[in-house]
């Protein structure tokens, strides 16, 4: 996490206590800006941490850079024609990939709850934003989602309460702090700007940390550049797709912002589970050397 979370963090409480127009459509649109530029790099070490991992050839690397952006031209294109299922994938696939933000805590079915915690707040506390979002991401039917959301919710934040209750007595009382005050942000800040604060200083932080430890010998210059230019890339590459396919794709920026969120996090997913998975299994075969 930085060191910028507890006061920007404080900040948003005082601004909702003193009643500041946070629901104002310029404040969201600087909150999806915010969520882009400082999330979407967390994503783009994916391939060179692959590389460190593994040293593929040349047409290994091909093959899997391929693979990487077939499966995420294949979540865009499911965003085109079956909205509400890529929805719906979506929404698990967040869940999963925040829940592995809490590595502190052993049982999986408590991560998964404590990602889908970042979801069931905004969706209690402010049913109406969300359902509008959920709405100009797919289709009306979506509003039904936010209410299957909500009634799971209270079983959601409790399993998630254990989760910190584990996370403080494992020794994690910074990230279970954050994590909680968080929640409150969620709970009365509005959702997308809920959602940058979260996503901005918890979750891509300590991605972001971890791949600059994997990838140390990079040079600053060159880190720096790869995560610009890949996040760039795909910026560009959603562009051209709206293009493509103008009428299908909503013109609101906080939703398609989530739908390009949507179309990477799923390959990124995949590749981040499969590489941690190969670390757990080399640091136990070290251990047993």
């Known amino acids: 996490m930085r060191p910028a979370f507890w006061p920007v963090a404080a900040g948003l409480l005082l601004a909702v206590a003193l009643g500041a127009p946070l629901g104002h459509s310029m404040v969201a649109t600087l909150a999806t800006v915010l969520f882009m530029v400082g999330g979407l790099p967390h994503g783009a070490y994916d391939i060179a941490l692959l590389r460190k991992a593994i040293a593929p050839g040349r047409r290994a690397l091909v093959l899997v850079v391929?693979?990487?952006?077939a499966v995420a031209l294949a979540m865009a294109a499911l965003?085109?024609?079956?909205?509400?299922?890529?929805?719906?994938?979506?929404?698990?696939?967040?869940?999963?990939?925040?829940?592995?933000?809490?590595?502190?805590?052993?049982?999986?079915?408590?991560?998964i709850a404590a990602g889908a915690a970042v979801i069931a707040v905004p969706a209690?506390?402010?049913?109406?934003e969300v359902t509008a979002l959920f709405?100009?991401?797919?289709?009306?039917?979506?509003?039904?989602?936010?209410?299957?959301?909500?009634?799971?919710?209270?079983?959601?934040?409790?399993?998630?309460?254990?989760?910190?209750?584990?996370?403080?007595?494992?020794?994690?009382r910074t990230w279970a702090t954050a994590m909680a005050l968080c929640l409150i942000v969620l709970f009365v800040a509005p959702p997308v700007v809920g959602f940058a604060l979260f996503f901005v200083f918890l979750h891509a932080p300590l991605h972001l940390d971890r791949a600059r430890t994997v990838l140390s010998d990079m040079p600053r210059s060159r880190w720096l550049a790869t995560g610009a230019l890949l996040s760039g890339a795909t910026i560009i590459g959603w562009l051209a797709l709206r293009l493509l396919a103008p009428a299908r794709i909503d013109e609101t920026?906080?939703?398609?912002?989530?739908?390009?969120?949507?179309?990477?996090?799923?390959p990124h997913l995949v590749l981040s589970h499969w590489l941690e998975q190969r670390q757990d299994l080399g640091g136990q075969i070290r251990g047993a050397v």
Request: proline share 5%.
């Open 124 to 128: 209690v506390s402010h049913p109406a």
């Open 135 to 172: 709405v100009a991401m797919s289709d009306p039917r979506s509003a039904l989602l936010v209410k299957i959301i909500g009634a799971a919710a209270p079983v959601t934040l409790l399993v998630t309460g254990v989760g910190l209750a584990q996370a403080w007595r494992g020794g994690a």
């Open 79 to 111: 965003w085109l024609t079956l909205p509400l299922i890529a929805l719906i994938v979506f929404l698990l696939i967040a869940a999963v990939h925040f829940g592995e933000d809490w590595r502190m805590v052993d049982e999986p079915l408590l991560r």
């Open 66 to 69: 391929g693979g990487y952006v």
């Open 253 to 266: 920026l906080a939703s398609q912002a989530f739908q390009l969120l949507a179309a990477v996090a799923v």
